[in-house]
């Protein structure tokens, strides 16, 4: 997958966003990231770009002090910027602020397209490359730019179907471990969830087992033939929950973004499907 050129166009359909609504009024609300607005979300992304574009450029291998200001090369005009610390800020979005963002993201799509994605850095990840950034600051850029395109009241576009098969991948092998550690998530007990996409092929099984997950992919499995897998798939009994849907909606819904009833279907326990979010905490 070509991550630098998904990264450019989710990039610059969330400038556009943020620039659209640095209009004179106040920052619209992010609906999908509650106590922010527009301004704190144009903050939070611009700011994770700069910090990589540092570690990657001056191949850092250990985490920066982010108490450093200089990592996040502000202006000496910010004054009417949100604060680092908290939201959410009111007034309008201002527009120096969103010329700060489009620097930084060019700077940061300049050093992904550079620099050998191999090259060892920093992450929080036992993968400590380049290219874990490339591939997470893609998937961060389209989750983001749905949530501001979210918050300006039109229907958010869905994320690319590519892009959005690799970061359900993604989150079952990055982004669930490391939430489970982070928030020192309960044991799984055996529960299994499978996850299929409707608008193509794939299929997601997971199985929480103690510290463990156990992820399955492919566009069938045991338990489903292929002229099930033709026909889009049947229920695996062995399943507790089956959640069914397009591939952009899977990975918001693994987001946090929409709810299982957005979905195309689910079938199964609601008691499982409820300790879901429990075994994988938000962060």
Known sequence: MDYSAHFHREILAFEQTARGAADGTDAPLIPSCPGWTMSDLVLHLGGVHRLLARVIQDRLTEQPDL???TLFDLPEDHADWPRPTGGPHHGPVPVGLVDWFAEGAARLEALFRSVDPRVPVWTWSAERTAGFWLRMQTIEAALHRWDAELATGRRARPVEPELAVDAVTQTFEVMAPARRTWREA????????????????GL????????????????????ATAEDAADGGTADPACDVELAGTASDLMLYLWQRIPAERL????????????????????
């Open 67 to 69: 108490t450093d200001i």
């Open 186 to 201: 309960p044991a799984g007990a055996g529960e299994r969830f499978r996850f299929r996409r409707t608008d193509g092929p």
């Open 204 to 223: 997601w099984t997971v199985r929480f087992d103690g510290d463990a997950i156990h992820l399955t992919t492919g566009a069938t499995e045991e338990g």
């Open 264 to 283: 195309d279907e689910v079938t199964g326990d609601r008691a499982v499907l409820d300790r879901y979010f429990t075994l994988v905490p938000p962060v």
